[in-house]
């Protein structure tokens, strides 16, 4: 949240052209600010002394004003990081907040110490978002969020590996999505509507077993909040660091609050009628398996000398159960459509890669049958394309901000209880000491002397250790299903004279690539999308 955030401020806060309503505004909400500070103290544990490098600060703004400029803060971090080191600290506002930028103070946060850091800040958008942490993501680390995740994971075991469900799902899914590129046509068009239609789609089968045609109406408006939430909470930002800025009129959340009581009827309705038509058999989606977990779990639990309220305090609601469907179904959809785009994106600069995916997917799959997981070994290359894209665009380039739960030590410095840490992925897979021009879209880099799939340990799209994406297994799995079979079937290319899409980026919620168009044409035997 608060990369998005901080791309936001430049243009927002620090604008020395402000009107005079913004003025006493600003003056009245530093005032009503003094005072809850005075009355609650320092709302951020301090810097232990003689610690991190830090930038510079002001009172109540903190380093804001250190920090403008046009720059997302995945790069802006790595520029101050030049400046002062792979671990350096600022101020967001009131918060003392770590920056990690190289992969070994990230693997002493994620892994070594995962479990000192694995807490996380409250935010006013992503309490909104999941009615105060009753999420996987955004809820900070308790014995609660321990167990809500364990029933997480094993339900999406039950759809990912193992078995032939999710290939099912994004099979029948990927025929349409073919046949729908394949009707552009020769003028060039932009491919990500359709790709996040599929995506969506898929997602929907998974968690609620809905699957929609094109143009449904249901569709529509599930597509329609995701983008509300999206744009709003990536907007929403000043109050994530000043919470008491909620109590101000405030367009952004208003409208993110209207997105998620769209989001919460329809889903709603989905859980009551899972409810109602739940049985014995095999669970039907992921609604289906967090329900029947979420039962089974507490049975299980239930034992003589355990008393009703330690019971009462832990168990997993239907809250639990709704916000992890909402999550389950915004994560899903975000980060898998848009590493697909990045990666269409770069096979447009790379066409030679292209060629060489698809001479693979001949030599091993042919044209006469889909592709299936158990192509997946025999398909090295395809995955490198996949994980190649994965770093050099990384859905998240700063990881959602970390806490550190107790007094704990990054790199031998002391960090105080409390204190937020901010993970650049971005830097870290794209910094020189490790990678060989890292600048460079080459796939190889995942494959050592000998033909071999390696993974390099600064490569970690992921995250790593408690907090490590719990949907990984599943994205993957998608991700390699989507591509390959999208590359067995046709071609993509620039449309004539027009230039290779831009691989900057923007910050939104997930770094997205901007729009760009292309030509697809059918490989030979795929003219109708299907067999
Ligand atoms: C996307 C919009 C949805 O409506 C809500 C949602 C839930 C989970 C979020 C996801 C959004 C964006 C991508 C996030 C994901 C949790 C993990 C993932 C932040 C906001 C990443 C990339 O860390």
Same mark, same amino acid.
């Given at each position: 949240m608060l990369t998005r955030l901080l791309s936001s401020l430049p243009s927002s806060v620090i604008s020395l052209s402000l009107p005079p309503s913004f003025l006493v505004f600003i003056v009245v909400a530093l005032l009503l600010f003094l005072l809850i500070w005075l009355r609650s103290g320092p709302p951020s544990p301090s810097p232990p002394r003689g610690s991190v490098p830090c930038l510079p600060r002001l009172p109540v703004v903190g380093s804001l004003p250190w920090l403008r400029g046009d720059a997302p803060p995945h790069l802006l971090f790595t520029q101050l990081a030049h400046r002062y080191g792979p671990l350096f600290a600022l101020y967001l506002g009131p918060h003392y907040t770590l920056v990690v930028n190289d992969h070994q103070h990230a693997r002493e946060v994620l892994l070594q110490r995962g479990g000192q850091f694995a807490g996380r800040p409250s935010m006013v958008t992503t309490d909104l978002l999941t009615r105060g942490g009753k999420d996987i993501a955004f809820s900070d680390h308790t014995p609660l969020w321990k167990s809500h995740r364990r029933l997480v994971h094993n339900s999406f075991t039950l759809f990912g590996e193992g078995t032939s469900r999710l290939q099912d799902i994004v099979l029948s899914s990927v025929d349409a999505l073919c046949a729908e590129l394949l009707s552009g046509g020769h003028r060039g068009f932009d491919p990500s509507p359709a790709v996040t239609r599929a995506v969506t789609n898929v997602v929907c089968t998974l968690v609620f077993s809905a699957s929609y045609r094109h143009g449904d109406a249901e569709l529509q408006e599930v597509m329609r909040y995701n983008d509300g939430i999206v744009q709003t909470i990536a907007r929403g930002g000043l109050v994530d660091i000043y919470p008491w800025m909620k109590v101000f009129p405030n367009r952004s959340l208003r409208k993110l609050k209207e997105c998620i009581a769209v989001r919460d009827r329809l889903l709603s309705r989905k859980l009551e009628e899972h409810k109602a038509s739940l049985s014995d058999g095999d669970p039907r989606d992921l609604l289906d398996a967090l329900l029947k977990g979420k039962t089974d779990s507490r049975r299980g639990r239930r034992s003589p000398g355990s008393g009703e309220e330690e019971e009462e305090e832990e168990r997993i609601t239907d809250d639990h159960v709704l916000m992890t469907a909402a999550e389950a179904f915004g994560a899903g959809v975000e980060t898998t459509s848009t590493t697909l785009l990045w990666i269409l994106a770069y096979l447009l600069h790379h066409p030679e890669v292209q060629e060489r995916v698809q001479k693979e997917l001949d030599e091993?799959? =042919? =044209?006469e049958r889909a592709v299936s997981v158990s192509d997946r070994s025999r398909l090295p290359y395809l995955d490198c394309v996949i994980n190649e894209g994965m770093r050099i665009? *990384? @859905?998240? *380039? @700063?990881?959602?901000p970390h806490t550190a739960m107790t007094d704990s030590s990054i790199g031998g410095h002391s960090v105080s209880r409390g204190t937020r840490v901010l993970v650049n992925m971005w830097s870290i897979h794209h910094d020189p000491k490790h990678w060989d021009k890292p600048d460079l879209f080459n796939p190889d880099r995942f494959l050592d002397d000998r033909g071999r799939r390696v993974t390099p340990p600064c490569f970690l799209p992921f995250g790593a250790g408690p907090r490590v994406c719990v949907g990984e297994s599943l994205a993957r799995l998608e991700l390699f299903l989507f591509l390959s079979s999208l590359l067995q079937r046709m071609s993509f290319r620039l449309p004539d004279g027009a230039p290779p899409p831009n691989l900057q980026g923007r910050l939104g919620v997930v770094l997205q690539p901007l729009p760009y168009k292309v030509i697809v044409t059918a490989r030979a035997g795929w003219e109708g999308g299907a067999k």
């Open positions: 091993h799959v =042919g =044209g665009r *990384p @859905v998240s *380039p @700063v990881l959602i």
